[in-house]
């Protein structure tokens, strides 16, 4: 006869030293790896752990769709998968982005305009994300000659949309890095 008692003891701290070792490489610890300080200021309304979790989550889901894009466009012709490569590229650009934005990185303070006395939201300064507007730079447009390469439009037609959205997009960059009410003018 055998005795498993030796086994079935070890069992047991074999999975609480596994489970251990998952809670200490379960945490998302970004936000205290790259502080809240960017050229010796620092922000006061800032990103949270779990807003960092949040971006992670979407780096994740983009990153797995760009990558399936990616493998079915191998079920066509190379002649046939534009539609796929562009969708790729917007998802793969976004999901550097997200990672970014996760990670705590691609952001300045910018002093605020109203000051508001609500603890969670008061502060002298917050972050402003200039990450998602080059993200925006590069996804919108793709987006756009998706869908208007979808419709058929003239080439002229899908240069000025792409032409007024970039416009957009630098134009609320600028409104979001300017203090002042001057912002709304943009």
Not at 119 to 142: E, F, S
Request: some cysteine; overall charge positive; proline content about 5%.
């Amino acid at each position: 006869m055998i005795d498993q008692s030796p086994v079935i003891q070890t069992v047991p701290k074999l999975l609480t030293d596994e489970m251990d070792a998952a809670k200490l490489y379960a945490r998302n610890n970004a936000p205290t790896v790259n502080p809240n300080i960017v050229n010796g200021k620092t922000v006061d309304i800032a990103q949270t752990v779990r807003g960092s979790d949040f971006y992670y989550a979407i780096c994740a889901v983009m990153g797995v769709v760009g990558l399936g894009c990616i493998a079915a466009s191998h079920m066509k012709p190379r002649t046939d998968r534009i539609f796929f490569y562009i969708t790729a590229a917007i998802n793969m650009t976004a999901c550097i982005a997200y990672f970014a934005m996760g990670s705590n990185l691609g952001w300045t303070p910018i002093d605020v305009e109203f000051y508001r006395a609500n603890p969670k939201v008061h502060g002298v300064n917050r972050q402003i994300m200039y990450v998602r507007y080059i993200d925006w730079a590069i996804t919108t447009p793709l987006l756009l000659m998706d869908l208007l390469l979808t419709a058929a439009l003239p080439w002229p037609t899908i240069i000025w949309a792409i032409f007024l959205d970039e416009f957009m997009i630098v134009t609320g960059l600028v409104g979001a890095l300017v203090r002042t009410r001057y912002k709304f003018g943009m």
